[in-house]
């Protein structure tokens, strides 16, 4: 039979009660399918620094190497800080760069159910961010320079990094199974090339790999625009690709109009290596009070799935969480966080799962 190996990061905050759940619901889609899950839990983040000086004991990314998958929750305190004044327990920098994912993809998709912030219909909103992820802006991490008086970041890009990353958001139009609203597939390059060098070497690496893709159309928006045409007409976009930073702010002002943070997975993927994990924090405001919305963790389980190559099990965590929005068996509310509560909310979820009728693997 087939058996896939999974690591999971708790984290901190909310994490670890959203890991519980995605853990339920992948335990009810694996065993629907006949795929035996052996799970591994390392403990990193914000508490882990507070307790041992490190967020991630950096010999365990081989560990995370190894693995079949990796399921983050989302790390961080704001009172966990460095010297530095920057925060000691997020592990983009550890994760993202100790594992090369070059290519964060967060999917922004308005399902059945849902009120987002702006009026649009389930399905209109079906697009995909993908953010730069080891360079740009976040390449200073660590590195910028500060007096009390004036502190410097610098944002690099590279030809390679630029590569790479276009070339991943042209494969991903090609196949995945979301569409625009005028069925023209495309890419759209995300920058502020009218005013910095290093975005205009961004636009201009992303044109030469567009030329390789003559199927898909190729397009550019400067970053203010696109974040108005992401409220105002979300309906236009297929596959975005940008900086990292500016991948990091519009993907939480796309996750605003399909009912919020809770509602967004995301995918770290590089050559050798890819994690899962939702694009929010560990929201300390909620902690603790069952209240946060699990449907972000349980995507990015599905994520996880598809990526380890048992898509089966991945669609019927989907199906199970369409199903329950658009029956309303499930619902969120303006405040982002789902009517009864989270262990509610997974049982719900589960309990679809566990009733689909699946036709037997051979
Ligand atoms: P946040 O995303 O944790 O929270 C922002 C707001 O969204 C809060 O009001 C919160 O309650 C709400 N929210 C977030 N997730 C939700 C969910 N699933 N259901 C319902 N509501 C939800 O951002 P923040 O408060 O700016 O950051 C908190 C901590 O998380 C910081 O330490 C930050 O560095 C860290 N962080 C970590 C990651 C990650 O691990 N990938 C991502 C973002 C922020
Ligand atoms: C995200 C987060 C991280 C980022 C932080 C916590 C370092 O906001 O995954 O979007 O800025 O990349
Ligand atoms: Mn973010």
Redesign the pocket.
């Known amino acids: 039979g087939r058996r896939i190996d999974v690591v999971t990061i708790p984290?901190?905050?909310?994490g670890p009660d959203?890991l519980a759940g995605a853990v339920a619901v992948m335990r009810a889609a694996a065993g629907q399918v006949g795929v035996a899950l052996d799970i591994e839990t390392i403990d990193a983040g914000?508490k882990v620094f507070s307790a041992t000086g490190s967020a991630f004991p950096a010999d365990r990314l081989d560990r995370l190497r190894a693995a079949d998958g990796v399921l983050?929750?989302?790390?961080?305190?704001?009172e966990v800080r460095h010297p530095d004044g920057t925060?000691a327990?997020?592990?983009?920098g550890i994760l993202r760069t100790g594992l090369d994912t070059y290519a964060n993809v967060r999917p922004v998709r308005l399902l059945p159910g849902i009120a987002g912030a702006t009026r649009h219909a389930p399905g209109e909103i079906d697009y995909v961010i993908v953010r730069e992820n080891t360079e740009g802006l976040y390449l200073s991490r660590g590195n910028g320079v500060a007096t009390a008086e004036a502190a410097v970041d610098q944002l690099m890009v590279t030809r390679v990094g630029v590569e790479r990353v276009a070339r991943f958001a042209f494969e991903l139009a090609r196949t995945r199974a979301g569409a625009p609203s005028d069925g023209v597939r495309r890419v759209t390059c995300v920058d502020k090339s009218n005013v910095l060098r290093s975005y205009a070497l961004f636009r201009s690496v992303f044109d030469d790999v567009a030329e390789q893709y003559p199927d898909i159309a190729a397009e550019h928006l400067y970053a203010d625009a696109a974040a108005h045409d992401l409220v105002v007409r979300p309906g236009r976009f297929d596959v975005l690709v940008m900086e990292n930073f500016l991948g990091d702010i519009l993907s939480d002002l796309g996750a605003g109009t399909v009912g919020?943070?809770?509602m967004c997975a995301s995918g770290n993927i590089g050559e050798h290596a890819a994690y899962f994990?939702?694009?929010?924090?560990?929201?300390?405001?909620?902690a603790g009070t069952d209240?946060?919305?699990?449907i972000?963790q349980i995507l990015s389980a599905a994520l996880l799935f598809d990526h380890a190559g048992v898509g089966d099990a991945a669609d019927l965590i989907r199906t199970a969480v369409v199903g329950a929005l658009g029956e309303a068996t499930l619902r969120i509310g303006s405040?982002?966080?789902p009517v009864g509560g989270t262990a509610a909310a997974v049982a719900e979820i589960v309990r679809r799962i566990d009733a689909a009728r699946v036709a037997p693997v051979a």
């Open positions: 984290g901190d905050g909310i959203l914000a983050k929750g989302p790390v961080g305190l704001p925060e327990g997020v592990l983009g919020g943070l809770g994990e939702p694009i929010h924090g560990s929201a300390p405001d909620i209240r946060a919305n699990p972000s405040d982002g966080c």
